[in-house]
C-alpha cells in the first residue's frame, strides 16, 4: 500500500514538472531523479548552512540536478565523495587539490568523476554532510526518490562502515514543487533534515527516525549480488 503511494507522489511530481516546463534535460524526466530550472540557485543557497560551511568532507548523489552541487564543493575546497550509479562500481572520491580548478566542472559529472576521482572504500571515511536528489520531499521530512532505493542503501551502507551516524545531516536541493504535504515512511526509509529550493531553506526537524543500516530481509538475493559493497557486508555479517 504504501509502495503505491509512493508511486502515485512519484508520477504526480514528474507529470507536473513537464507540464509546467520545470523539468530540464534530461528528459522525459519520469524514472529520474529530475533536473529542474533553478538548479544552481538551490545549489549556491547550500553556503548558507552552517552544516555546509563546516564541513569537509561532502557526500553527494550522481544524478543530474546536483551536478551544481558537486561542481560548488570542488570549488570550495571540499572533498567530494560521490556515489557510482546505482553503486555498481562502490564510492568515488574526489580531492580538489589534485584537480585542475579548470577541470571542477568536468569532474563534478559521472564520466569526469570517474577520470578525477579515485575508488574508495566506506570503511577509509568519515562523512560530514550526505546531499541527496529527490522526486518528492515533504516540509515532515519524508522523501521519495525514484524507486530504485539506492539513497537509502547508499546511507545504510555508509552507516554500517561508520562512515556517518544518525547525526549526520542529510540535505537535498529540489524545486518548490517537489514539496508535498506528506510522505508515507517505512524504517529503511532515508529522511531528509534540510530541503533547499531555488528560494528558500526549510528545516524538517524531523521525526522520523534514520534506517539503523542495512535491513537485509527487505533486500532480493539478486540486489544484493549486483552492488559489490552489499555482497561484501553480506558476507561478513554471515560469517
Known amino acids: 500500500m504504501i509502495k503505491g503511494e509512493k508511486q502515485k507522489i512519484r508520477e504526480y511530481i ?7 516546463g520545470i523539468a530540464r534535460f534530461p528528459l522525459p524526466c519520469k524514472g529520474r531523479i529530475p533536473n529542474f530550472i533553478g538548479a544552481e540557485k538551490a545549489a ?12 569537509k568532507v561532502i557526500f553527494c548523489n550522481p544524478d543530474s540536478p546536483q551536478r551544481s552541487v558537486r561542481e560548488m ?50 570503511s577509509k571515511i568519515k562523512i560530514d554532510v550526505k546531499i541527496t536528489g529527490s522526486v518528492a520531499v515533504s516540509p515532515k521530512g519524508g522523501r521519495v526518490g525514484k524507486g530504485g532505493g539506492y539513497s537509502d542503501l547508499e546511507y545504510g551502507i555508509l552507516k554500517e562502515y561508520g562512515a556517518i551516524d544518525e547525526k ?11 514539496i508535498v504535504d ?15 529550493t531555488p528560494t528558500k531553506i526549510i528545516r524538517t526537524n524531523t521525526k522520523y527516525n534514520k534506517p539503523k543500516g542495512i535491513l537485509w530481509e527487505h533486500l532480493t538475493k539478486e540486489k544484493i549480488e549486483k552492488i559489490p559493497l552489499l555482497k561484501h557486508l553480506r558476507k561478513n555479517t554471515n560469517s
Open 168 to 178: 549526520t545531516p542529510i540535505i537535498t536541493t529540489v524545486h518548490d514543487i517537489q
Open 14 to 20: 514528474w507529470n507536473k514538472m513537464e507540464k509546467e
Open 44 to 55: 549556491e543557497k547550500l553556503r548558507q548552512l552552517p552544516e555546509y560551511r563546516n564541513a
Open 182 to 196: 506528506d510522505i508515507p515512511m517505512t524504517e529503511h526509509d532515508m529522511p531528509v533534515d534540510v530541503i533547499i
Open 73 to 122: 564543493i570542488l570549488k570550495d575546497g571540499k572533498i567530494l565523495v560521490m556515489a557510482t550509479p546505482r553503486l555498481k562500481e562502490g564510492l568515488l572520491i574526489l580531492d580538489p587539490s589534485k584537480i585542475p580548478k579548470n577541470k571542477y566542472r568536468e569532474a563534478s559529472t559521472i564520466r569526469g568523476a570517474f577520470k578525477w576521482g579515485v575508488k574508495v572504500h566506506p
